[in-house]
């Protein structure tokens, strides 16, 4: 059974751009959370999607926004890329909202130069 | 104070070693508990969810003490593999907000 698969696996912008990152969670799973983690810091949450809605969002400015596709799948936008977004954007999927064990994907590596 | 508190570490225990993680959390309606691990740059793995019961799982048990708001990891017979980060995740609050909240994480580095 496929795990949680991110795309792409790296992704290098310039200050001021757009990054799309996307995300499948384990088929049969709903809820999809997004976390950031810059170098050497812990995961912070960004944002939790279950059934095609955005259900909580943690401290991240607008310019960090996503959506949830009726397959579940998953998009983390960021606009107006700052230097300091640069960081492992994880994306992980339970089986439902009842916050069952989550699983990961292996990340996209976004870099701003 | 942090929501989720862990040692960061690094313990360096010989191969063989019994080694113990704390971590503590301040929301009391906590639901969930978890511990991850997170080697190099790689994604965080599922290690064991934590019951209240504790639970074992071969080599690793996990204790929670819901009136303490502490939970542990205890590593017995400790092997190379397992040096990695080892991330102790709460789920916040009541109701299920869909937030898992990461501790900060415990290195742990296995030496021959």
């Known amino acids: 059974e496929a795990g949680v698969t991110q795309s792409p696996t790296h992704l290098i912008k310039t200050r001021g751009q757009q990054a799309t990152l996307r995300c499948s969670p384990i088929s049969g799973h709903t809820s999809v959370y997004w976390y950031q983690q810059a170098l050497g810091l812990g995961l912070q949450f960004l944002l939790w999607y279950d059934e095609g809605e955005e259900r909580n969002r943690g401290n991240f400015p607008p310019r960090f926004s996503g959506r949830q596709f009726p397959n579940y799948s998953s998009e983390l936008n960021v606009n107006a890329l700052e230097l300091e977004d640069s960081a492992l954007y994880l994306c992980a999927s339970s089986a439902d909202r009842l916050n069952t064990e989550a699983f990961f994907g292996q990340g996209t590596r976004l870099t701003v130069v | 104070r942090k929501e989720v508190e862990q040692d960061p570490g690094p313990f360096n225990v010989p191969e063989g070693a019994t080694v113990a993680f704390n971590c503590t959390y301040s929301?009391?309606?906590?639901?969930?508990f978890f511990w991850y691990r997170q080697d190099c740059r790689k994604e965080p793995k599922l290690l064991m969810s934590v019951y209240s019961s504790g639970n074992e799982d071969g080599r690793f048990t996990a204790q929670l003490n819901r009136a303490s708001q502490y939970i542990s990891l205890l590593i017995r017979d400790s092997k190379l593999s397992d040096s990695a980060t080892y991330l102790c995740?709460?789920?916040?609050?009541?109701?299920?907000?869909?937030?898992?909240?990461f501790g900060q994480g415990t290195t742990l580095q296995v030496k021959p």
């Open positions: 995740v709460v789920n916040k609050g009541s109701g299920n907000t869909g937030k898992l909240i």
């Open positions: 929301n009391s309606a906590s639901q969930s």
